[in-house]
């Protein structure tokens, strides 16, 4: 649950930002999203740029709303002996739904705020066994399962809140956006809730360190928002410059802790026909220096990324490399259109002992704070996307440990319903022998293995 001392500042958020969605929901579609900005000065009456220009200050203010509404069906099988065990491995049908908002509202053409808040409500056979897990059995929930008030656990301002939990459904809301965006005449100024995307990575994306996705998500719509200060800039000498502060607390104290939290920056250049990018961070009091860069074999484009870190409590105190390189092509194949990547990746922190893996303090850290997604130490994935009709695409993908071998194999299907709607069909399916890291092995001080439930989900997605 929500820290009490941070409730009042989430409400007051909450109050004024529900006026602003408030009044879009009621005045309909700003028609400035629906035709052509130049047509509809014309009809308000400002038939060049000088008058509009000289209207007053917060007549010039605009807005642009939005959002979506999410709808999901799953069913999931479990094996016995997985951790599910000690409440039960029948196949089990859950539920979510999930409503985001969204607000841009311009100030001028260098100023705006923009505001995304969202609702969850979850359901369902799983959900119970989770609950019950983590109520009853805390050893065995621990690196297995999430609380979704936790998620704020670290930031500077916790902005989820769970309003009802209890063992049949779990209802939460939260921000996940909500900044200041400032454009001098060098470059840009955003303070607040965002979302920062560094890295070439496809599944695995080492360099991405503020919140990267998962490697078997495979809806990739929004990416998780953090309380931080962007500088954006270009120059003459090191191309494009981003520079970072991301404030966060300590877990115990809860006050701000500078050994917690982020200082980093990113150049982007070109040398030749290469894109590079070089970054430096000092990330949880530990040193991260990323080189990376992007160009073209033919036809297919190629993307890499080399990332080296400290430990700052680790044995090793010379650090750990983690690598990964791509490349992605798209072609014509009997008048259908496909694109495929395939992608590799060390993890020079992984292990080749799993159950040792999650006792390793480093490893679990990292698991913790969302930054690593992998035991092992190599990985080879890769995706094929065929479209069948304009309106309908079918994608494979697979992530696999090479070593076991073992592998979540996500075949889906997406439909497009109408211009603003779609229909997601998926599975999630987990190969793999005991004791390999997808097949499932044995969970440290118990006799209860990880295996991973195989899954069939169906999503409908509704954009407004």
Request: charged share 25%.
């Amino acid at each position: 649950m929500m820290k009490s001392k941070h409730d009042k500042q989430y409400w007051l958020i909450f109050f004024f930002l529900s006026l602003v969605f408030a009044r879009n929901l009621l005045a309909g579609p700003d028609p400035v999203l629906h035709e052509d900005k130049a047509q509809f000065k014309n009809k308000i009456g400002y038939e060049n740029k000088a008058e509009y220009g000289n209207k007053v200050w917060y007549e010039n203010i605009d807005n642009q709303f939005g959002g979506h509404l999410k709808l999901e069906g799953r069913v999931a099988r479990y094996d016995t002996g997985s951790y599910f065990e000690p409440v039960g491995t029948h196949t089990g049908l859950d539920g979510l739904a999930n409503v985001r908002l969204t607000d841009k509202l311009i100030l001028s053409e260098k100023i705006y705020f923009e505001a995304h808040y969202e609702a969850f409500l979850k359901s369902g056979d799983a959900y119970k066994k989770q609950y019950n897990i983590q109520k009853y059995f805390p050893l065995l929930a621990a690196g297995l399962t999430s609380d979704p008030s936790d998620i704020d656990k670290r930031r500077l301002l916790d902005l989820t809140k769970t309003l009802k939990e209890t063992e049949d459904y779990v209802l939460w809301h939260r921000f996940d956006r909500l900044f200041f965006s400032i454009k001098p005449s060098w470059g840009d100024i955003l303070v607040g809730r965002q979302a920062i995307t560094w890295g070439n990575g496809f599944i695995f994306n080492p360099m991405d360190l503020f919140n990267p996705f998962a490697p078997s998500d495979t809806i990739r719509d929004y990416k998780m928002g953090d309380d931080l200060i962007s500088l954006r800039f270009n120059t003459d000498l090191l191309g494009e410059c981003n520079l970072l502060y991301v404030p966060r607390r300590d877990l115990i104290t809860d006050e701000i802790d500078f050994k917690k939290s982020s200082v980093a920056g990113k150049f982007h250049f070109f040398a030749g026909d290469i894109e590079m990018d070089v970054m430096g961070a000092m990330h949880y009091n530990e040193v991260v220096l990323g080189l990376g860069g992007t160009g073209y074999f033919k036809d297919a484009a190629w993307r890499s990324d080399l990332v080296w870190s400290t430990l700052e409590d680790g044995n090793d105190k010379k650090g750990y490399f983690e690598f990964v390189v791509n490349i992605d092509y798209s072609w014509t194949w009997q008048n259908k259109n496909y694109y495929g990547f395939i992608e590799y990746y060390h993890n020079g922190l992984g292990k080749n002992n799993y159950t040792n893996a999650m006792v390793d303090p480093d490893a679990m850290e990292r698991i913790d704070r969302g930054e690593l997604f992998a035991l092992g130490k190599n990985y080879l994935s890769g995706q094929i996307q065929m479209e069948l009709h304009p309106l309908l695409n079918i994608y494979l993908s697979v992530i696999s440990n090479v070593r076991d071998p073992s592998a979540i194999i996500q075949p889906r299907a997406i439909f497009s319903v109408t211009q603003n709607s779609n229909l997601h069909f998926g599975a999630n399916i987990f190969y793999g022998k005991k004791d390999s890291e997808y097949g499932g092995f044995l969970i440290p001080g118990t006799n209860y293995y990880t295996n991973a439930d195989t899954s069939a989900y169906v999503r409908f997605t509704y954009y407004f």
